[in-house]
T-cell receptor, first 114, second 115 residues
Framework: DAKTTQPNSMESNEEEPVHLPCNHS???????IHWYRQLPSQGPEYVIH???SNVNNRMASLAIAEDRKSSTLILHRATLRDAAVYYC???????????????FGKGTTLSVSS | DSGVTQTPKHLITATGQRVTLRCSPR?????VYWYQQSLDQGLQFLIQ???????AKGNILERFSAQQFPDLHSELNLSSLELGDSALYFC??????????????FGEGSRLTVL
């Protein structure tokens, strides 16, 4: 599986936007970019995913570079509840209809201050 | 609430013992995944089942085994436990046609402590 690189940690203030970067220079044409986050003492939860175009949902936005070698997860207004570890994961969309496992890296630990 | 149920939530046992962790996936999900999370290793993928059959294996030790039953619930069996097996064990499920696009839904985990 292609690898992703994320900063170990980032800090933000409440109510401010947060841009979490992810580099994936060896991404293949069939790899989807997924973001999950893990709040303290909880299981990971899905945030957003995309293939080529930018994506928006109620939680966040995903901006994908034109060459797809990097992406950015955007939290428009951080809250204290957004403090978590954010994982950027590549997932091959062609591999299996049964679903493919997520392979987690170390992710980015986001701290949010009030 | 993700819809994935894991039991027990906490388990304390001794070295050399055997435990079974149980997972009930979301209604309609055929794929079940098991993950181990320890402080020094992060989230490690162990094994995946799809509709009762093993589909993918990750870093699962030979002392560990899993199965998925006809009602789609899954069990992870850990035997000859060692101190290093102390960790959070997560189960996740996904819809059958997830492929590269569908999301995984994680349970709240089972915390295993081996003394």
């Amino acid at each position: 599986d292609a690898k992703t690189t994320q900063p170990n940690s980032m800090e933000s203030n409440e109510e401010e936007p947060v841009h979490l970067p992810c580099n994936h220079s060896t991404i293949s044409g069939t790899d989807y970019i997924h973001w999950y986050r893990q709040l303290p003492s909880q299981g990971p939860e899905y945030v957003i995913h995309g293939l080529t175009s930018n994506v928006n949902n109620r939680m966040a936005s995903l901006a994908i570079a034109e060459d797809r070698k990097s992406s950015t997860l955007i939290l428009h207004r951080a809250t204290l509840r957004d403090a978590a570890v954010y994982y950027c994961i590549l997932r091959d969309g062609m591999r299996s209809q049964a679903g493919t496992a997520l392979i987690f890296g170390k992710g980015t630990t986001l701290s949010v201050s009030s | 609430d993700s819809g994935v149920t894991q039991t027990p939530k906490h388990l304390i046992t001794a070295t050399g013992q055997r435990v079974t962790l149980r997972c009930s996936p979301r209604s309609g999900d055929l794929s079940v995944y098991w993950y181990q999370q320890s402080l020094d290793q992060g989230l490690q993928f162990l094994i995946q089942y799809y509709n009762g059959e093993e589909r993918a294996k990750g870093n699962i030790l030979e002392r560990f085994s899993a199965q998925q039953f006809p009602d789609l619930h899954s069990e992870l069996n850990l035997s000859s436990l060692e101190l290093g097996d102390s960790a959070l064990y997560f189960c996740a499920s996904s819809f059958r046609l997830a492929g590269g696009t569908g999301e995984l839904f994680f349970g709240e985990g089972s915390r295993l402590t081996v003394l």
